[in-house]
């Protein structure tokens, strides 16, 4: 979740019940942000041990699988599936397709010459929403100021063909999990050489608190893949207003204009800031991430308001995208030439002694990590994280339905798990 937040604190081996506030003390968005993770945990948790891996109730399920008459796309029914104890809901109005998706934009043509099966199957995963993608959050009685966040469960039918003839719903292939993880640690510092001089200081050496964010940018093998990181989370974005395309034909960069420049000067934008622009359709679609820009000099007043930003590529493909943005990182020193940075199996120095090193076999393009420093404290100033599994995207999948095409005739075997209402349960079976 790329938000304004001050940490992240919820640790589920911790077991916490509950959060307690007390009287007289300071309102943090961390403890009221750790109640919500622990009660969906709760409900998840609870869901799945009821309900299995997937299942979807035997009165008002929904997601169950068809073929149009010219395969060359899927029904969906209305109603209920759970996926690793996560609602997911497809309302019967309008109705959807498999290319007509609410948060699918442009899935890949069916092809039922693809494999000797395909495999229909649901992609669970959570999406933070601001008041970018999401307008109606602001409250104009207010002034329309940027107030809470939300999160929102996505859901998206995608389909993969099956290598093996016959392969049955228990059998059938679903998407490798990341592997990524992650460990920090506060670089060391070595003792000096000199008897008349003290060593160097070590710990964190930053001057500000900050929550870093780091991410994939590019997946892959560590030493393939790369990466970019924030000091704020990644939550100093800007919505874009406009696309200006430079009228010199030969120009090798791109304007795009913003309402302004930030919230101040910290958490604005500066000439020599890398940026990402990207919009709704880029992150539904899982395509990749979005396009890193350096801004140029100079940073120019719109005549019509707000400012325009000279961009050191061309952002057009995001133009035509619903709610474009544009994200600043923080990387300043020994990028590549698109702004990003080389993952590696030894340590990299981020920076004020903060260290990382990736390892795992497969990093996906989108995997983050977050961990807060904290200066002016001899207690933990880095929270450190130690061969860390990707905090998210956590994605969920389930088995729909196996689609076969004897003769050109489309077969379908529905794999989704059904279960009763408890009301509806008449006999009740225990056997040790």
């Known amino acids: 979740m790329k938000g304004d937040f001050t940490r992240d604190t919820f640790h589920k081996p911790r077991h916490y019940r509950s959060v307690r506030q007390q009287q007289g003390r300071v309102q943090l968005d961390a403890d009221w942000n750790e109640q919500m ?26 997601f169950e699988v068809g073929v149009t008459a010219g395969n060359d796309d899927l029904t969906l029914t209305a109603g209920r599936m759970y996926v690793d104890g996560i609602l997911c809901e497809l309302e019967a109005d309008p109705a959807v397709t498999y290319l007509q998706q609410p948060h699918f934009p442009n899935p890949p043509a069916l092809n039922p010459a693809a494999g000797p099966a395909l495999l229909a199957y649901l992609d669970v995963w959570q999406r933070h929403l601001t008041a970018i993608e999401e307008p109606s959050l602001r409250e104009v009685a207010l002034g329309g100021p940027d107030t809470a966040t939300r999160l929102q469960t996505i859901w998206q039918v995608k389909v993969t063909p099956q290598e093996v003839a016959g392969v049955t719903c228990k059998d059938a292939v679903l998407p490798a999990a990341s592997d990524a993880r992650l460990t920090n640690e506060l670089q060391p510092s070595p003792p000096s050489t000199d008897p008349c001089e003290l060593s ?17 940018h590019t997946g892959g093998a560590v030493g393939t893949a790369t990466f970019k990181w924030s000091r704020e989370n990644g939550s ?76 050191s590529v061309d952002v057009a493909k995001h133009a035509a995208e619903h709610h474009p943005k544009l994200r600043r990182w923080d990387q300043v020193k020994s990028v590549n030439a698109d702004g990003t940075l080389d993952t590696a199996p030894d340590f990299i120095e981020l920076e004020h002694g903060v260290r990382l090193k990736f390892s795992g076999a497969d990093l996906h393009s989108g995997d983050y990590w977050m961990f807060a420093a904290r200066t002016g404290t001899l207690v933990e100033p880095l929270e450190l994280l130690a061969d860390a599994h990707a905090h998210g995207v956590r994605h969920h999948y389930a088995p729909l339905a196996l689609i076969t095409f004897p003769g050109g005739t489309a077969a379908v075997h529905d794999c989704r798990p059904k279960f009763p209402a408890l009301t509806e349960l008449t006999s009740l079976f225990y056997l040790s």
């Open 236 to 311: 100093v974005t800007l919505a874009i207003e406009a696309f200006e395309k430079e009228p010199n034909p030969s120009a090798e960069f791109f304007k795009v204009r913003v309402k302004t420049l930030g919230r101040d000067d910290n958490l604005g934008l500066h000439v020599g800031d890398w940026v990402e622009v990207q919009g709704d359709e880029t992150e539904l679609n899982g395509e990749g991430p979005g396009t890193l820009a350096k801004i140029l000099s100079p940073v120019e007043p719109h005549p019509d308001g707000g400012y325009t930003l000279i961009l």
């Open 37 to 62: 993770d622990i009660q969906t945990e709760l409900d998840q948790s609870t869901n799945e041990d009821v309900i299995g891996q997937s299942g979807a109730p035997i009165t008002g399920d929904g």
């Open 200 to 216: 160097p200081a070590g710990g964190y050496r930053g001057l500000e608190n900050h929550f870093y964010r780091v991410e994939v």
